[in-house]
């Protein structure tokens, strides 16, 4: 076997994926079709869990100085439409919007701030990291043919010098909205079709106060211009696109621009384009046989809210420890079915939710009724919380049979005292391995953990206000067992780790 995994797509999901893999140790390479980093303009942002991944394996820091969401704000003046967002003060903290309602901090568990960065800025990152870590990019190598057996996986693919073949343990498909893995495999991917026209956009125009700053519901749909410098992203609620594979023109974006704000307005050159529409499908399963899917392969929505790369990477970072037990060969059995079983609801919420947006931001009297009632509540702190935690994936709970309250959560950021030493969970999560936090220090714990020295690594640490006496955590962040009971720790360790070495 060349390769215990090939990954196919380099987009954000995939990238972060071949980190993860090669964390472990699990030969990678990534087959990415495109002969450079796509410029086209699209995510500005990383929040909720999504941001909490990157900052616990430590990318965060490798992405520059990039700013926050209040500079985003522009000191106030972009006037989003939320009640609270205009009572906002510059630098108040902005986690992110709903059909561009601005949700403020508050969720029903903690979290890290928003990370704005282009999404290019955080693919160069990534790509240069999976790099270093050892796994094989390869470039303008785009996958044609899919055979799987009970043994592995044959890969075709055509590069620069031609088609070849790759035999691998295990394909995923990190390719897309239209992913060719997904297809080719034949994952089924139920959902509903779009009933939008979007496109975003970076312009330049002849008259640029043409429309003012900020989200506005307008009679054809939906227009917003900001937070960056020339952009616009426009919506239109007259059916799909056409052809959603033709080059977005310019006399398409100022057709659409000059119908959203009812001018006359020219667009006099267009530096990035895409356009978009709002079909949810989701793929029934992300595993058939040897074959998984993970990121927009999996799951498809409309941009809005700013979801898409968040919930990749909590696939990524589900599935890339799972599937680097199966590949060391201590993985428990169901292990990796786990993935669909954990994945599949989180991003069936996004489906749902970006749903809901839609409907929210269509044009109309009975939706701008709707939106000033939904607007009153969402500016309640409990509807706040609620939206908070839908957003950023802040309440998940994943089912590890466990029964403390923090057991299936997202572990928090614990600041730590290690041999003196101030740490924390994020410090000491970026080495990707399940880690033991025995904050009692309690021998008895420690001790129930050494049959699976070498997979699970165990830590005293002190941490003011400890949530429980010890915490095993899962490689992903969510916490596996709390608590005393050394019995539980051992059954955990088992079902998640694999079982004990005599
Ligand atoms: C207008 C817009 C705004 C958005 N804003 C945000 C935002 O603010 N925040 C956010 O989190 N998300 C946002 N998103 C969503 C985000 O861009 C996607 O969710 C994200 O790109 C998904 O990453 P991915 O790696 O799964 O797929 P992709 O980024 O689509 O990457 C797939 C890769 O696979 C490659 N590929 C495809 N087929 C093959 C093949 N046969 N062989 C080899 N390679 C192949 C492609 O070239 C591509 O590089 C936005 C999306 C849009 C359209």
Not at 217 to 231: I, K, N, S, V, Y
Not at 266 to 285: C, G, I, L, M
Not at 314 to 332: C, I, Q, R, Y
Not at 433 to 451: E, I, K, S, T
């Amino acid at each position: 076997m060349s390769y215990d995994v090939v990954i196919v797509g380099a987009g954000p999901i995939g990238l972060f994926l071949a980190c993860e893999l090669r964390l472990q140790g699990v030969r990678t390479v990534v087959l990415e079709r495109r002969t450079e980093i796509d410029p086209t303009l699209k995510a500005g942002a990383v929040a909720g869990r999504g941001a909490d991944v990157l900052i616990r394996r430590g990318i965060s820091e490798l992405l520059g100085d990039q700013p926050t969401m209040a500079d985003l704000m522009g000191g106030g003046k972009l006037g989003a439409e939320s009640t609270q967002a205009t009572t906002a003060k510059p630098g108040a903290p902005l986690v992110g919007h709903f059909a561009g309602l601005w949700i403020l901090r508050g969720g029903s568990q903690p979290a890290g701030m928003p990370i704005i960065a282009g999404q290019q800025v955080l693919e160069a990152a990534l790509e240069k990291h999976a790099t270093e870590l050892g796994a094989d990019l390869r470039r303008g190598h785009a996958l044609t043919g899919i055979t799987q057996d009970d043994t592995g996986v044959s890969v075709a693919a055509e590069g620069p010098e031609g088609p070849y073949e790759l035999r691998t343990g295990w394909l995923v498909g990190c390719d897309g909205g239209r992913s060719a893995v997904r297809k080719l495999t034949g994952f089924a991917f139920p959902g509903v079709d779009g009933v939008i026209t979007g496109h975003q956009a970076i312009v330049e125009v002849d008259d640029p106060d043409f429309f003012p700053l900020g989200w506005h519901r307008t009679e054809h749909g939906m227009l917003a211009r900001g937070p960056f410098p020339q952009r616009v992203l426009a919506v239109e609620f007259d059916g799909p696109p056409v052809d959603r594979s033709a080059p977005v023109t310019r006399e398409e974006l100022q057709a659409s621009l000059r119908r959203l704000s009812g001018t006359e307005v020219t667009v006099t050159a267009v530096h990035s384009a895409t356009r978009f529409t709002d079909n949810t499908r989701q793929a029934e399963t992300y595993r058939v046989g040897r074959v998984l899917l993970a990121g927009d392969a999996a799951h498809v929505h409309p941009p809005f809210g700013g979801q898409g790369i968040a919930l990749g990477l909590g696939d990524a970072a589900n599935l890339g420890w799972k599937l680097a037990a199966e590949v060391s060969g201590w993985a428990p059995d169901g292990l990796l079915d786990t993935y669909t079983t954990e994945r599949h609801p989180a991003a069936a919420r996004v489906l749902h939710n970006t749903r809901a947006q839609v409907a929210l931001l269509a044009p109309g009297p009975r939706v701008d009724a709707l939106r000033d009632v939904f607007t009153a509540l969402a500016s309640t702190a409990e509807a706040n919380r609620l939206l908070t935690d839908l957003m950023g994936d802040l309440d998940l709970r994943y089912d590890v049979a466990a029964d403390h309250p923090l057991a299936g959560r997202y572990c928090p950021d614990l600041a730590l005292t290690v041999s003196g030493t101030a740490t924390s969970v994020a410090w000491l999560a970026r080495g990707g391995r399940p880690l033991l936090l025995d904050l009692d220090d309690r021998p008895g714990v420690r001790h129930a953990v050494r049959p699976w020295a070498g997979r699970v690594e165990a830590v005293t640490a002190r941490a003011d206000g400890a949530p429980a006496a010890a915490v095993l955590v899962r490689p992903d962040g969510y916490v596996a067992w709390a608590g005393e009971d050394v019995g539980g720790l051992r059954e955990a360790c088992t079902r998640w780790f694999g079982a004990p070495r005599e």
